[in-house]
């Protein structure tokens, strides 16, 4: 999307900016002062989808919300680069870029699989790490060689692309797929995710990073993980089940669950409040370092 033309009230702008890093333009949004905290949202959404969660945030921390590779307005790139470590590796050098090492890290479904690799990776060491509705569970084996190649196509033809964005661009079409994942959001969030979805770019970039999900590794590092991990789950989101939040504890007992009861896939946007209160008390820690930037 052309901020000249979409980003005239896009949630949050005035604490837009737009930087290069790691051969991509990003959008970004910084704000607040404090320990920092980055948000990284998931496939398909944008820096909109933290609109309630980053002023609360601004108040005590610094917050980052970055559009991730091909996303609202941040630039394109071709699929290749949208895996889970080329991600990871385009937010370390924004990071870099912004002088910025975040104390927490805050990531929605997909968002949460990426920084979960990048603290496997070294390139954040957060104190916590908080999933939301976290998407960690990989496809088995003949489901996952069945999807990817046909996620593969899809993302290799701007033509299909062009033909999901003109059909699902529609805000009935868009309502009906948001509660398709068990949420209720308002009708602003409504109308901003038909805004993303009728533009091809945007609808290429969610289907790239789809052809390029492979969670085998990151389910098999996952015991390495070594920053604390809070899995805060909706528990009514029909996109990713409840019961991966379990699956991930199995793999690393020391994970916390935190259950939102009566929400869904977009809890963080439904339900903000109740999603604040969570954050809160696990975004208080004391300093621990002095490059977290509070005394």
Do not use: K
């Amino acid at each position: 999307m052309r901020w000249e033309l979409e980003g005239g009230d896009w949630p949050n702008r005035q604490h837009s900016r737009f930087l290069v890093a790691a051969g991509i333009r990003w959008h970004v949004q910084v704000a607040g002062e404090g320990p920092a905290v980055l948000l990284v949202h998931g496939t398909g959404a944008s820096t909109h989808s933290w609109r309630d969660i980053l002023p609360s945030l601004a108040h005590t921390h610094t917050v980052i919300a970055p559009d991730l590779p091909g996303h609202g307005f941040t630039q394109s790139v071709p699929a290749a680069r949208l895996s889970i470590d080329a991600i990871g590796g385009g937010l370390a050098g924004l990071l870099d870029v912004l002088g910025q090492a975040p104390a927490y890290a805050v990531g929605h479904s997909a968002g949460a699989a990426i920084l979960c690799r990048m603290a496997l990776d070294g390139r954040v060491e957060p104190r916590r790490l908080i999933g939301i509705n976290g998407a960690f569970m990989p496809f088995g084996g003949a489901a996952h060689a069945l999807f990817a190649p046909g996620a593969r196509l899809l993302a290799s033809s701007g033509l299909i692309a062009g033909m999901i964005a003109r059909r699902a661009g529609d805000i009935r079409t868009v309502r009906r797929i948001v509660s398709g994942t068990g949420s209720r959001i308002d009708e602003r969030g409504l109308e901003i995710y038909a805004r993303l979805v009728r533009e091809p770019s945007h609808v290429g970039a969610a289907l790239g990073m789809m052809s390029r999900w492979d969670l085998q590794g990151l389910a098999r590092d996952m015991p390495r993980l070594r920053s604390p991990l809070t899995l805060v789950v909706g528990g009514g989101d029909r996109a990713v089940p409840p019961s991966q939040a379990h699956w991930v504890r199995g793999r690393l007992p020391a994970a916390e669950i935190a259950l939102i009861p009566g929400f869904g896939h977009l809890v963080h946007e439904e339900a903000p409040q109740r999603v604040l209160a969570v954050l809160a008390p696990l975004l208080s820690a004391p300093c621990a370092r002095p490059r977290d930037g509070c005394d």
